[in-house]
């Protein structure tokens, strides 16, 4: 199994009876044996390989089940009705530039687009009508995104969109929105990289790998002794956790 990174802060704080339930929830997850454990898929998600599951009457977490790989990856722990809004909302991709796993939250983004469209029936002027599709591609803005960032008259505007797009594609548009050419925007894409080399090749269907690309994202669990481990320390599993141009200069053969 895998669990969030975001989500150990949040356990750390969580009281020690919805604690308890998490452990046993997740427990059964880390010794491979699923039996009694419910994963509900919603009906109206966004992404389909979204599932919650039952912590408490209050509490319950919501779990990313991606159709092959064999991981099931925790991402929050919440009370119902904001696990079931969260969930509902996101979704899930591989980014085709670097191979990293990301998130957005496609309701808020399907929210602003009448806005938009409204907006830029007034003028022919376009953010990022200097950029070809290819480009974006290339910087690994995702295809379903494009339609959207078309409609993109104003910086202001992009700048609204930081907190519901990935990280690297935000920077992408962003460098891009600021005059940056293609390259220059790899450029900053390419801080993201855990790697200093982009993977040969990406499979978008492919989350286990895009986890595993992914180390400030995901932490991977061997078993139920590491799951023991990693939540007797919760705050510092991820203090440790460098950003990637860190992880690169650490991890080099001089260290």
Same mark, same amino acid.
């Given at each position: 199994?895998?669990?969030?990174?975001?989500?150990?802060?949040?356990?750390?704080?969580?009281?020690?009876?919805?604690?308890?339930?998490?452990?046993?929830?997740?427990?059964?997850?880390?010794?491979?044996?699923?039996?009694?454990?419910?994963?509900?898929?919603?009906?109206?998600?966004?992404?389909?390989?979204?599932?919650?599951?039952?912590?408490?009457?209050?509490?319950?977490?919501?779990?990313?089940?991606?159709?092959?790989?064999?991981?099931?990856?925790?991402?929050?722990?919440?009370?119902? /009705? %904001?696990?079931?809004?969260?969930? @509902?909302?996101?979704?899930?991709? #591989?980014?085709?530039?670097? *191979?990293?796993?990301?998130? &957005?939250?496609?309701?808020?983004?399907?929210?602003?687009?009448?806005?938009?469209?409204?907006?830029?029936?007034?003028?022919?002027?376009?953010?990022?009508?200097?950029?070809?599709?290819?480009?974006?591609?290339?910087?690994?803005?995702?295809?379903?995104?494009?339609?959207?960032?078309?409609?993109?008259?104003?910086?202001?505007?992009?700048?609204?969109?930081?907190?519901?797009?990935?990280?690297?594609?935000?920077?992408?548009?962003?460098?891009?929105?600021?005059?940056?050419?293609?390259?220059?925007?790899?450029?900053?894409?390419?801080?993201?990289?855990?790697?200093?080399?982009?993977?040969?090749?990406?499979?978008? /269907? %492919?989350?286990?790998?895009?986890? @595993?690309?992914?180390?400030?994202? #995901?932490?991977?669990?061997? *078993?139920?002794?590491?799951? &023991?481990?990693?939540?007797?320390?919760?705050?510092?599993?991820?203090?440790?956790?460098?950003?990637?141009?860190?992880?690169?200069?650490?991890?080099?053969?001089?260290?």
């Amino acid at each position: 199994m895998a669990i969030a990174d975001s989500f150990m802060p949040q356990y750390a704080k969580l009281e020690p009876k919805v604690r308890k339930g998490v452990d046993a929830a997740i427990g059964k997850f880390a010794e491979h044996t699923h039996a009694g454990l419910h994963l509900e898929k919603l009906n109206d998600a966004k992404d389909p390989r979204i599932r919650t599951i039952r912590i408490d009457r209050f509490w319950r977490g919501v779990v990313l089940a991606p159709e092959k790989g064999g991981v099931y990856c925790l991402l929050k722990v919440m009370p119902h /009705d %904001d696990a079931i809004g969260w969930a @509902r909302s996101r979704r899930f991709s #591989v980014n085709q530039a670097i *191979g990293v796993l990301e998130v &957005r939250d496609q309701v808020a983004l399907d929210e602003m687009s009448p806005a938009l469209e409204k907006v830029a029936e007034g003028t022919v002027h376009r953010l990022l009508e200097h950029v070809f599709d290819n480009d974006l591609l290339r910087l690994g803005i995702d295809a379903e995104l494009i339609p959207l960032v078309r409609l993109l008259t104003d910086e202001s505007h992009l700048q609204a969109m930081e907190k519901l797009l990935p990280e690297p594609q935000y920077m992408a548009l962003l460098a891009l929105a600021q005059g940056m050419n293609p390259q220059q925007a790899w450029e900053e894409v390419a801080k993201t990289l855990a790697v200093e080399e982009k993977p040969a090749a990406v499979d978008p /269907d %492919d989350l286990v790998t895009a986890m @595993r690309r992914s180390p400030g994202q #995901v932490v991977f669990v061997s *078993g139920p002794d590491d799951l &023991r481990e990693i939540l007797a320390h919760p705050f510092d599993t991820w203090r440790i956790f460098l950003h990637p141009v860190q992880r690169r200069v650490a991890l080099r053969p001089s260290y």
